[in-house]
């Protein structure tokens, strides 16, 4: 099935069989009916489908089988699917096989006529193509009661909006199809399609979102229960509801008004066919009032989302993070956790396959008991060097944390290079969760001890005891060690650090988030401080590191006072513009790591290709952005002769294990360049040529 806007009108007939099939494939995975055992989908129509209620409500599945499962990164290309590769295409993270298209990313390979560019347009414009069905022919349902008929209805009007807006980031402008349903009989020169602008894009996606919300058929995520109190409404699982609604208008208007949309110069000369500009030609301001406007809206008005605080257990909720048995641990890492107890959980997906799982789990190959993963999901060290010190602050500024070079080689010691001797249990300094015991003959680098509790939550490294599932053992990167090169192929961190989070003692998640109540204090805190709101910036900055156990900094107000929430000494900052900028982006990039944020913030920042890490976004020892040296810990290992060093400190050596390619034009994606050689009227990005 194909969707080109140019050749469309020749291939409905096409697109309809493809989506029946589509549709087939989850009546036989999720149904007992073998009604397509017997009918071709060449011989079912529209007619056929919506005369029966089940077959209509599995249309309606097949629409939101359109949104990403964002769990499974290793994508080769299917047009079928949406899935993104925004973390192994990032600084956050490494898949090693061949076949990912986070490849083609990451060496700047990716070109407008790859397979990947086409196949993701394409799927996207499937699932509108799907909505719009669905939304002309729902009414025709007789079992359908009306109302589920208008609701649902709603639902898909607001999926095809969604669709609309993932195609705006990584696409960049957009061609709206609007409720068309395309006759195949129609020449094909009797439809033009071409790009609209930005701001047409933004207020298309927004209007439909206002008009959703003010019909207020969706379900709530919410309903009232026994004494009166809100509870999870669980009509509502996995379904689009008001406040998904709501939590990605608040995601638009935030993009909207950022630098790549807002009069990024680098595509200020892009013009469609009649001369119209696609991208604004100056920066407005006032957009970021209407970005603030909206994170301000869904919090005053959806009280009943909570940030995730837990106590001793992962299931103990406490009030706060100034609770005597609050523990920071448990509380970020359940936060990111696809569960119905998780109270800041706003928009998921019940779809959660299993490959984060295998991504994150090392190999542990020889261990009786153990799990056994691909343990490839590997960590530059760029991002291991973003994550706080356990005082919350970065790791230059903290006198006691241990900086070396692979210069410094008589620093190469294991009183120097090792924390404490085994064995040894690491505790929380201040609420005295256990991080990790030092085994004998597993000896835990001097870095990774008194580091923030995100960090603990984020990364399996060299030596760190296994306890998430089977058998607890040390998982071990070095050249011949349980899950290095060695033993187990491509199965391998190349970096030396393995990527976890999402995982949990507490077991896997249902569900793979897409919004939580995190990132809309973000946003609000992104979009106060561009509009000169110094201190409800910091107000919300200090929200999310309260929740993860380190000091909060000194704002205005009741952020003003010597300690924070939890007796800690606050950090002092200059409380300007360029200052609270940076402190919000470093807070982001570690709160909403591995949730397929990193790769659009820092496009959308326009720092993507920082020449030279300012201390912030990127490390200052790092050059090139998105781009240049990756840095790992040396997998290999193989002792060079005479060498004093051994074997496992030699491992500590920082080393080059990729070299990435980031270009400006990189910020998005091509328009694939088949929609452009049928129909010239769709533009090509800014920089992208025919390859």
Known sequence: ???????????????????????????????????????????????????????????????????????????????????????????????????????????????????????????????????????????????????????????????????????????????????????????????????????????????????LLAAGHLFSFFWQGSGGVNEFNPNSKGNITKETVEAIRSQVLLYAASYLFNGDPFYKNLQDHTGKYLFPQNRDPLKWEKARNAAKHFMDNNPDFRLVYRGKTYDARVESPASPNYQAFNSVSEAAIGREMNEEMIFFSTRNGNNLYYYMTPKHAGIQGASSGGGALSVPLQMVDLYFTNKGIRIEDDPAYFNYTNADEELFTSTNMYGRPAPQIYTDPVDGYIYFTVGTGYPIMKQFFNREPRFYAAFTFQNRLWDISGAACYSDFSLNGNSGRAKNGHDYPKSGVLARKKLSKNGQGQFNIFIRLSEIYLNYAEASNECGDIGEAIKYVNKIRSRAGIPEYKGYGDDATPLDIRGMQRIEIPLDYEHVTNVIRRERLIELAYENHHYFDVRRWGVAGMPQGDGWVYPSWHAGGEGGNMKGFDVEINMPPGSTLPGSLQFYKRVDWETRIYTERMKLFPIPQNEININPAIVQNTGWGIK
């Not at 806007?5 to 995975?29: E, G, P, Q």
């Not at 499937?126 to 719009?132: H, K």
């Open 1 to 211: 099935m194909t969707y080109q806007f140019s050749k469309t009108v020749y291939h409905m007939k096409r697109i309809f069989k493809n989506i029946i099939l589509a549709l087939a494939a989850i009546i036989v995975c999720t149904s007992c009916e073998d009604y397509f055992d017997t009918i071709p989908a060449d011989n079912i129509s529209l007619d056929m489908v919506f005369s029966d209620r089940n077959l209509t409500a599995q249309w309606l599945s097949n629409v939101y089988s359109y949104l990403p499962d964002e769990t499974e990164q290793n994508y080769t290309g299917d047009d079928n699917k949406t899935n993104g590769v925004w973390t192994p295409g990032s600084i956050e993270g490494k898949l090693p096989w061949d076949h990912c298209n986070s490849n083609l990313i990451n060496s700047g390979t990716l070109y407008s006529s790859s397979g990947y560019v086409q196949s993701m347009w394409k799927a996207y414009y499937r699932g509108i193509q799907a909505a719009n069905i669905y939304m002309a022919n729902v009414d025709r349902c007789p079992d359908m009661k009306v109302p589920e008929k208008i609701r649902s209805k709603d639902e898909a009007r607001a999926l095809r909006a969604i669709f609309y807006f993932n195609l705006f980031k990584i696409y960049g402008p957009f061609v709206i199809v609007g409720d068309e349903i395309f006759d195949p009989e129609i020449p094909n020169n009797s439809i033009s399609f071409t790009r609209s602008s930005v701001d047409e894009c933004v207020k298309y996606i927004v209007d439909e979102f206002d008009t």
